[in-house]
């Protein structure tokens, strides 16, 4: 039976000691190389909230000083012969899954289109909300960025609308409060499907 207990008998050298601490420092350190190479996961929001950010690092470089981060597993990272033809189901790598696309319009304030992608429409449909579409397919799944255009403090926010092919953008003042007539814009990306 083995004793237990903080005085069970056993003792450890200094040596052994110093040998297990550079065995755990060199463990840390290939997890947080190991954890900085998944930059396509981590986000910003994720670094802050378990404590990976600047103030509290933890020994985990912050996301915005990975370089590269968020393009996920480079070249030099995966091992040869890893990704071949035989690996990937046939369909599941084309072009069009590759390609990102963008959309964008510009608007006076009364909700004519000043420039916008190609059949892409803007129209005022009440007190500083703008309809802005149709895109070309179903925006759900891009990332859109609605703007003011003028220094009035006022803000832009954006919902899908009509089958997730447009955009409503509503303005409002500087408190928050009251919609309120602005030019604008928006830009629509879309990553690769």
Same mark, same amino acid.
């Given at each position: 039976?083995?004793?237990?207990?903080?005085?069970?008998?056993?003792?450890?050298?200094?040596?052994?000691?110093?040998?297990?601490?550079?065995?755990?420092?060199?463990?840390?350190?290939?997890?947080?190389?190991?954890?900085?190479?998944?930059?396509?996961?981590?986000?910003?929001?994720?670094?802050?909230?378990?404590?990976?950010?600047?103030?509290?690092?933890?020994?985990?470089? $912050?996301?915005?000083?990975?370089?590269?981060?968020?393009?996920?597993?480079?070249?030099?990272?995966?091992?040869?012969?890893?990704?071949?033809? /035989?690996?990937?189901?046939?369909?599941?790598?084309?072009?069009?899954?590759?390609?990102?696309?963008?959309?964008?319009?510009?608007?006076?304030?009364?909700?004519?289109?000043?420039?916008?992608?190609?059949?892409?429409?803007?129209?005022?449909?009440?007190?500083?909300?703008?309809?802005?579409?149709?895109?070309?397919?179903?925006?759900?799944?891009?990332?859109?960025?609605?703007?003011?255009?003028?220094?009035?403090?006022? /803000?832009?926010?954006?919902?899908?609308?009509?089958?997730?092919?447009?955009?409503?953008?509503?303005?409002?003042?500087?408190?928050?409060?009251?919609?309120?007539?602005?030019?604008?814009?928006?830009?629509?990306?879309? $990553?690769?499907?």
């Amino acid at each position: 039976m083995l004793a237990s207990g903080a005085n069970a008998g056993t003792t450890s050298s200094s040596e052994q000691l110093i040998i297990n601490q550079r065995i755990s420092q060199a463990a840390v350190r290939r997890s947080n190389t190991a954890l900085n190479y998944m930059g396509v996961i981590r986000t910003s929001t994720l670094d802050n909230t378990y404590g990976l950010n600047k103030s509290n690092p933890k020994g985990v470089t $912050p996301l915005t000083q990975v370089t590269g981060a968020g393009l996920g597993w480079q070249t030099p990272q995966i091992r040869d012969g890893e990704v071949t033809t /035989s690996k990937i189901a046939a369909g599941g790598v084309t072009q069009a899954k590759l390609s990102s696309k963008t959309y964008y319009a510009v608007w006076n304030a009364a909700g004519t289109a000043q420039k916008a992608s190609t059949g892409v429409g803007t129209s005022k449909s009440s007190t500083g909300v703008y309809l802005v579409g149709p895109f070309p397919g179903d925006v759900s799944g891009c990332i859109y960025a609605p703007n003011v255009l003028n220094n009035s403090g006022a /803000s832009a926010g954006a919902i899908l609308q009509g089958g997730n092919t447009f955009l409503a953008v509503q303005m409002t003042n500087a408190t928050g409060t009251n919609t309120v007539d602005a030019p604008g814009s928006v830009m629509v990306y879309c $990553p690769g499907s």
